[in-house]
């Protein structure tokens, strides 16, 4: 039993011997001590020798002395691992003990993410991004980590990292509308839209007044050829955006890939109430106005020669008549709007001549022959 005593006070003595090596800054004669207790049966077993072992090994990493660094490259994982051992000894949270431990860890986890946050801001971000690597293995769950691992990793070029931290960030519950659309358009780019909706559905229970997120979920179901959920999409874009001229344009062209040729005219119409100068919305009303017109003609032209025939070419002739009228301000519209257009060009000639205004027929017919040829 004496012997057994003596060793033990031996063993004791080598953490107290590692505690003040450790404040006297002489970290390898601390490393050495604390070695011996930590693998010796007396010690081994203790929460104090543990906690000691984190202290020394946390102030092995976190020196600014290259060569106290450089007596252990692991030491930040011993470190780790040592206090994570004494608060598992210790079993009871509420103990001195383990309350110190989970110190000794809290500090760990600062020192690794002011270590991120300094090389970020001195754009070292590989280095930063290791470091927040490092604050996550002591809280998996950070989301300050979490969040900055994934910054460090998209200015560090490497995108898939990144996108990985931002789902965990995600998956946590702190994601918002940015991360969100940054997760749709990486979805996107690697063309897989079964995931990327999933996550706009996610993001829309979160935000369901984003527009962002409601047009990538159309053009996706676009894409997809889902056009009747693509429209259904949209619209609630617009309610949600009735100024927003793009959108109704969109949905114009979304009707008009449905055939719906009333629900685009109505849409195209729209987005020129909010923006009368709006090129695309103006250009392709008036083709399916001018379309309108130009059918009608060609359906007359076909018609032969009988009693019949004749009347009705009289009634198609004049119904064209009144589309080419209907549809001459929106033409008008669309050539002001692109003046190098030959193809516009042409079109208002055609509604020109066919309303009766040949002056300003023939004036876009000089026009028309004074512009390059459209490749």
Same mark, same amino acid.
């Given at each position: 039993?004496?012997?057994? *005593?003596?060793?033990? #006070?031996?063993?004791?003595?080598?953490?107290?011997?590692?505690?003040?090596?450790?404040?006297? &800054?002489?970290?390898?004669?601390?490393? /050495?001590?604390?070695?011996?207790?930590?693998?010796?049966?007396?010690?081994?077993?203790?929460?104090?020798?543990?906690?000691?072992?984190? #202290?020394?090994?946390?102030?092995?990493?976190?020196?600014?002395?290259?060569?106290?660094?450089?007596?252990?490259?692991?030491? *930040?994982?011993?470190?780790?691992?040592?206090?994570?051992?004494?608060?598992?000894?210790?079993?009871?949270?509420?103990?001195?003990?383990?309350?110190?431990?989970?110190?000794?860890?809290?500090?760990?986890?600062?020192?690794?993410?002011?270590?991120?946050?300094?090389?970020?801001?001195?754009?070292?971000?590989?280095?930063?991004?290791?470091?927040?690597?490092?604050?996550?293995?002591?809280?998996?769950?950070?989301?300050?980590?979490?969040?900055?691992?994934?910054?460090?990793?998209?200015?560090?070029?490497?995108?898939? /990292?990144?996108?990985?931290?931002?789902?965990?960030?995600?998956?946590?519950?702190?994601?918002?509308? &940015?991360?969100?659309?940054?997760?749709?358009?990486?979805?996107?780019?690697?063309?897989?839209?079964?995931?990327?909706?999933?996550?706009?559905?996610?993001?829309?229970?979160?935000?369901?007044?984003?527009?962002?997120?409601?047009?990538?979920?159309?053009?996706?179901?676009?894409?997809?050829?889902?056009?009747?959920?693509?429209?259904?999409?949209?619209?609630?874009?617009?309610?949600?955006?009735?100024?927003?001229?793009?959108?109704?344009?969109?949905?114009?062209?979304?009707?008009?890939?449905?055939?719906?040729? /009333?629900?685009?005219?109505?849409?195209?119409?729209? %987005?020129?109430?909010?923006?009368?100068?709006?090129?695309?919305?103006?250009?392709?009303?008036?083709?399916?106005?001018?379309?309108?017109?130009?059918?009608?003609?060609?359906?007359?032209?076909?018609?032969?020669?009988?009693?019949?025939?004749?009347?009705?070419?009289?009634?198609?002739? %004049?119904?064209?008549?009144?589309?080419?009228? /209907?549809?001459?301000?929106?033409?008008?519209?669309?050539?002001?709007?692109?003046?190098?257009?030959?193809?516009?060009? #042409?079109?208002?000639?055609?509604?020109?001549?066919?309303?009766?205004?040949?002056?300003?027929?023939?004036?876009?017919?000089?026009?028309?022959?004074?512009?390059?040829?459209?490749?």
């Amino acid at each position: 039993m004496c012997f057994g *005593f003596v060793a033990t #006070q031996a063993q004791n003595r080598a953490v107290n011997k590692a505690s003040n090596y450790l404040s006297s &800054q002489k970290f390898a004669d601390a490393k /050495e001590q604390i070695d011996m207790a930590v693998e010796h049966e007396k010690t081994r077993d203790k929460s104090k020798t543990w906690y000691t072992k984190g #202290q020394v090994y946390s102030a092995i990493a976190f020196s600014e002395d290259e060569a106290t660094r450089n007596i252990d490259q692991n030491a *930040f994982q011993e470190a780790l691992s040592a206090y994570k051992k004494a608060m598992e000894l210790e079993g009871k949270k509420d103990s001195p003990q383990y309350l110190l431990a989970e110190e000794g860890m809290d500090n760990l986890w600062r020192q690794k993410v002011n270590e991120g946050a300094n090389n970020y801001e001195a754009g070292n971000y590989e280095e930063s991004l290791e470091a927040f690597k490092r604050a996550l293995e002591v809280k998996p769950t950070d989301t300050l980590a979490t969040f900055y691992a994934g910054v460090a990793a998209q200015n560090a070029g490497d995108i898939d /990292e990144a996108v990985s931290y931002f789902y965990k960030y995600e998956e946590i519950g702190n994601a918002d509308e &940015q991360i969100y659309n940054m997760l749709i358009t990486y979805e996107v780019s690697k063309e897989n839209d079964e995931k990327a909706l999933e996550v706009i559905n996610k993001a829309q229970n979160k935000f369901p007044g984003n527009v962002d997120l409601t047009k990538h979920k159309y053009q996706i179901l676009l894409r997809q050829g889902k056009t009747d959920e693509a429209i259904k999409g949209l619209e609630e874009a617009v309610k949600a955006e009735a100024n927003n001229p793009d959108l109704y344009y969109n949905m114009g062209a979304l009707n008009e890939e449905a055939k719906n040729q /009333e629900g685009a005219i109505k849409a195209y119409k729209s %987005a020129l109430e909010v923006d009368p100068n709006h090129k695309n919305s103006a250009y392709n009303l008036a083709v399916i106005y001018y379309n309108r017109a130009a059918d009608l003609i060609r359906e007359a032209n076909a018609l032969g020669i009988s009693a019949a025939d004749r009347k009705k070419e009289k009634e198609l002739t %004049a119904k064209a008549a009144a589309n080419f009228k /209907e549809a001459l301000p929106y033409i008008e519209k669309a050539q002001s709007l692109n003046p190098g257009d030959r193809n516009l060009v #042409q079109i208002l000639m055609v509604a020109y001549d066919r309303t009766g205004n040949h002056k300003k027929a023939d004036a876009m017919e000089k026009k028309l022959s004074s512009l390059p040829e459209q490749k």
